[in-house]
């Protein structure tokens, strides 16, 4: 019977659980999802077809892999924790077409992985990422010289709220930028704390990032733009003025040199960088020619 169930399922997981004598690791932000209508639903947020190849961070114990797998072509699911090796061998030991890589997806080079696997088509990131390391992963994929088609990532509320604001909301900020610059984002599924084990201590949100069709904000270098986000963001309670001399230096020289620009573009020397949509914030970059 307990064979028949999604590995979500709680008797599953708790089967499971009990079998490998599993106990989560904090140090590795394991919490095990057990929520199997959050799962469908984050399924149903990749809008998966059989063609599709699908990157997963952190498999666990199978729980999502399982339901990727029966909608896409191929499934590789990079797991850093060795001792749930045996355990989705044994979960997942029905499925053909699941590659698990024990590695540390922060540690790969996702270009040379998928040209050695010879991966062609639409490739799409779906992940239950660990809260403690969820910006520095997401800020990895988007510098991969990959355009991945969509990526479907579960992550704290909070971090999720960031990602989608918008220009003049308290959670807007460098991050907000640098992902809305280059894909479209949105919030698809809440996720309370109740759906897994152990239970964390906040919310969970899902977030789809999908490629934009054109690079509507035109930029050229996305290195070079995001450090000049990054300063005008570096001190969110100074004025967008004295993060820029902070950058700039404050000579006489600069000091025009950001004020014109900021007639150019009307905005007011007390205004803050999180009152300017990206456009403005591209504007500046342009005008300043930093």
């Given at each position: 019977m307990e064979s028949r169930l999604s590995i979500a399922n709680p008797i599953r997981t708790n089967a499971i659980i009990k079998k490998f004598n599993l106990r989560a690791k904090k140090n590795l932000g394991q919490n095990f999802l057990t929520n199997e209508q959050a799962i469908n639903g984050i399924v149903e947020a990749a809008k998966l077809i059989d063609t599709d190849t699908v990157i997963e961070i952190g498999p666990g114990i199978?729980?999502?892999?399982?339901?990727?797998?029966?909608?896409?072509?191929?499934?590789?699911?990079?797991?850093?924790?060795?001792?749930?090796?045996?355990?989705?061998?044994?979960?997942?030991?029905?499925?053909?077409?699941?590659?698990?890589?024990?590695?540390?997806?922060?540690?790969?080079?996702?270009?040379?992985?998928?040209?050695?696997?010879?991966?062609?088509?639409?490739?799409?990131?779906?992940?239950?990422?660990?809260?403690?390391?969820?910006?520095?992963?997401?800020?990895?994929?988007?510098?991969?010289?990959?355009?991945?088609?969509?990526?479907?990532?579960?992550?704290?509320?909070?971090?999720?709220?960031?990602?989608?604001?918008?220009?003049?909301?308290?959670?807007?900020?460098?991050?907000?930028?640098?992902?809305?610059?280059?894909?479209?984002s949105q919030i698809s599924l809440m996720i309370g704390k109740n759906s897994f084990f152990p239970r964390p201590k906040v919310d969970s949100a899902v977030v789809t990032l999908s490629k934009m069709k054109t690079n509507k904000y035109e930029i050229e270098n996305f290195a070079k733009f995001n450090k000049f986000v990054r300063a005008c963001f570096a001190q969110k309670r100074k004025s967008l003025w004295n993060n820029l001399l902070n950058l700039l230096g404050r000579t006489d020289e600069q000091k025009a040199k950001i004020s014109n620009a900021f007639e150019q573009i009307n905005v007011e020397t007390n205004v803050r960088a999180e009152q300017l949509s990206i456009n403005k914030i591209k504007e500046l970059f342009d005008l300043l020619d930093i």
């Open positions: 199978g729980a999502l892999t399982e339901k990727l797998a029966q909608k896409a072509g191929r499934v590789y699911a990079f797991e850093i924790d060795s001792t749930l090796l045996p355990v989705l061998d044994d979960t997942l030991s029905q499925y053909n077409n699941i590659e698990i890589i024990n590695q540390d997806i922060l540690k790969v080079n996702l270009v040379e992985f998928i040209k050695e696997k010879n991966i062609s088509g639409s490739i799409k990131v779906v992940a239950n990422l660990p809260y403690y390391i969820t910006t520095p992963i997401l800020l990895g994929l988007l510098d991969e010289e990959i355009e991945f088609d969509k990526m479907v990532l579960m992550m704290q509320k909070e971090v999720a709220e960031r990602i989608t604001a918008t220009p003049g909301h308290r959670e807007f900020g460098s991050l907000t930028i640098t992902i809305q610059s280059r894909m479209d």
